[in-house]
C-alpha cells in the first residue's frame, strides 16, 4: 500500500510568503487610512489583526509488524530431531486431511545441511522433525515442492512436500495410511525458485503428463499402474524427490528413474524400502505395476529435465 506523502516544505513557504505580503499590504492600508483619518478628525483607530493560517502535516500511518516465525534451533537441537526419509515414519507430519495443499509453483532448495520442519507455522512452534540437504542413501541434492505460505518475517513460513510418512498400514488396525506427507517450514531456511510446469498421473484414466501452470499440456502418455491390492496413490500431493539411474535394477535399462516422495496407502513395505512410488521404465509395454508408475523410454527423458523439486499430483 502507498503510504500518503507529507506536505512539500516549499509549498508551505510560498503560502507563508503570499500571507506576509497580504499581511503587508493591509497593514500599509490601514496606516494610510489611520493617517486620513488623524489628519482631518484627529482621532486614530486601531488596526484589526490579521489572522495566518498554517498548514497542519498530515500524520504517517504506523505500520503493522509481521508475525514471527520461529527462532532456528541450534545445531545439536537440529541434529537430536528425527530426520524426515523415505523410510521414516514421523507422526507429527502433516497429510492431506490436516492441510489445503495448493500448488505455489515454486520449489524449495535448503541452504544448511538440515533444516527444522513443524506441524504449525506459529511463531511458538516446536520442531518435530528435520529435512536433510542431501537424499538419503543417493546422496543427490534435496529440494522440495511448496504447497502453501503463511504471512511473517523473514518471508514467512512454506507448507512442503516430505518425503516421510506419518504412519503405516496396519497401525492401530487400519488398513490404509496417507501416501504423502508435509510439515511447514520458515522460508529463511531455503533459496526459493519458479517453476511452471508439474506431473500429473491420472489413475481413472491411466494417464501421465507434464502440464504447464496455463493448463497446456507438453507431453502425455498411458501408463501401467497398480492393481486394486497394490494401488497407484491417488487424490495425493507430493514432489519429485529425485532423478538419477541405477544400474542395480535392471528392468530400467539405464533410462532414469523419477523417485517421488509418495508411499503406498496398502503397502508398508516393498522391496526393502518402505514402499515408495516411483515413475521409470519397464520394457513390457502391459501388465500392471505393483504401484509404480511404468513408462516408456520417452517419457523417462522427459521428465529427467524438469528440476527436482516439481510438484506431483495424484488423482
Not at 14 to 29: F, N, S
Not at 254 to 275: M, R, V
Given at each position: ?5 507529507a ?6 513557504r510560498?503560502?507563508?510568503i ?11 492600508a490601514?496606516?494610510?487610512?489611520a ?16 489572522a495566518?493560517?498554517t ?9 503493522t ?17 528425527p ?5 521414516a515414519v514421523?507422526?507429527q ?5 490436516q492441510v489445503?495443499?495448493r ?11 538440515l ?7 506459529d511463531?511458538d ?10 537424499v538419503?542413501t543417493?546422496?543427490?541434492?534435496t529440494a522440495?515442492a ?8 523473514d518471508?514467512g513460513?512454506?507448507?512442503v ?12 488396525g487400519?488398513?490404509?495410511a496417507?501416501?504423502s ?5 520458515r ?5 526459493l525458485?519458479?517453476i511452471?510446469r ?11 503428463a ?5 493448463g497446456?499440456v507438453?507431453t502425455?502418455?498411458?501408463a ?27 528392468y ?19 522391496g526393502?524400502?518402505?514402499?515408495l512410488?516411483a ?5 513390457d ?13 520417452a517419457?523417462?527423458?522427459a521428465?529427467?529435465k524438469l528440476?527436482?523439486?516439481?510438484p506431483?499430483?495424484?488423482?
Amino acid at each position: 500500500m502507498t503510504e500518503p506523502s507529507a506536505p512539500q516544505q516549499g509549498t508551505a513557504r510560498r503560502r507563508w510568503i503570499v500571507g506576509a505580503g497580504a499581511l503587508a499590504v493591509v497593514v500599509a492600508a490601514a496606516a494610510t487610512v489611520a493617517w486620513s483619518l488623524s489628519d482631518s478628525d484627529r482621532e486614530a483607530r486601531p488596526t484589526p489583526a490579521v489572522a495566518v493560517a498554517t498548514a497542519t502535516p498530515t500524520p504517517t500511518p504506523s505500520r503493522t509488524p509481521l508475525p514471527a516465525v520461529p527462532d532456528r534451533p541450534s545445531d545439536e537441537a537440529l541434529a537430536a530431531l528425527p530426520l524426515a526419509f523415505h523410510d521414516a515414519v514421523i507422526g507429527q507430519l502433516l497429510d492431506g486431511s490436516q492441510v489445503d495443499a495448493r500448488n505455489e509453483w515454486t520449489t524449495a532448495t535448503p541452504k544448511s545441511p538440515l533444516v527444522p520442519l513443524y506441524a504449525a507455522p506459529d511463531a511458538d512452534a516446536a520442531p518435530v522433525a528435520t529435512l536433510s540437504s542431501s537424499v538419503s542413501t543417493i546422496n543427490t541434492p534435496t529440494a522440495t515442492a511448496v504447497w502453501g505460505r503463511s504471512a511473517g518475517a523473514d518471508g514467512g513460513m512454506l507448507l512442503v512436500s516430505t518425503p516421510s510418512r506419518n504412519r503405516t498400514p496396519g497401525d492401530g488396525g487400519v488398513a490404509e495410511a496417507p501416501s504423502s506427507t508435509f510439515a511447514w517450514a520458515r522460508a529463511a531456511d531455503f533459496t526459493l525458485a519458479g517453476i511452471d510446469r508439474e506431473v500429473r498421473i491420472d489413475n481413472a484414466t491411466s494417464t501421465i503428463a507434464i502440464v504447464h501452470r496455463d493448463g497446456t499440456v507438453e507431453t502425455s502418455e498411458t501408463a501401467r499402474l497398480g492393481t486394486p491390492d497394490d494401488p497407484t496413490p491417488s487424490d495425493t500431493k507430493t514432489y519429485m524427490e529425485a532423478n538419477y539411474v541405477d544400474p542395480q535394477v535392471g528392468y530400467t535399462q539405464g533410462h532414469p528413474i523419477s523417485l517421488t516422495g509418495a508411499h503406498s496407502s496398502k503397502l508398508s513395505g516393498y522391496g526393502g524400502n518402505a514402499a515408495l512410488t516411483a515413475l521409470h521404465f519397464y520394457p513390457d509395454p502391459t501388465g500392471s505395476s505393483h504401484g509404480c508408475v511404468r513408462i516408456t523410454a520417452a517419457m523417462t527423458d522427459a521428465l529427467a529435465k524438469l528440476p527436482i523439486g516439481t510438484p506431483i499430483e495424484f488423482s
